[in-house]
Nanobody, 122 residues
């Protein structure tokens, strides 16, 4: 099983960009689908982007709210998944967490990082 550690969060003005990283340790990173979730204050956690495992060639999923602004990618040689966030909006403010799934890009996430705060000021 992998362990996940996120980095790259912070405070940014609206319209700015951030890149989140999620470094995995342990075996089998490339066999997991990876997702980025976010939980805004007082709201439920939502899946914003996901990328398939090595078994399925680079399929990605994006929530409608981030399509065209966020890009998920992975580097299996570095055991890392990234979330490039552009044109950030105040409503993107949330704790962002990466997660791993053996099932699919849309479900079965059972390994979680600790989360990183992203705050977008208006």
């Amino acid at each position: 099983q992998v362990q996940l550690v996120e980095s790259g969060g912070g405070l940014v003005q609206a319209g700015g960009s951030l890149r989140l990283s999620c470094a995995a340790s342990g075996r089998g990173f490339s066999t997991y689908a990876m997702g980025w979730f976010r939980q805004p204050p007082g709201k439920e956690r939502e899946l914003v982007a996901a990328i398939s495992s090595i078994a399925i060639a680079s399929r990605t999923y994006y929530a409608d709210s981030v399509k065209g602004r966020f890009t998920i990618s992975r580097d299996n040689a570095k055991n890392t998944v990234y979330l490039q966030m552009n044109s950030l909006k105040p409503e993107d403010t949330a704790v962002y967490s990466c997660a791993a799934s053996r099932v699919s890009t849309l479900r079965g996430y059972d390994v979680w990082g600790q989360g990183t705060q992203v705050t977008v000021s208006s």
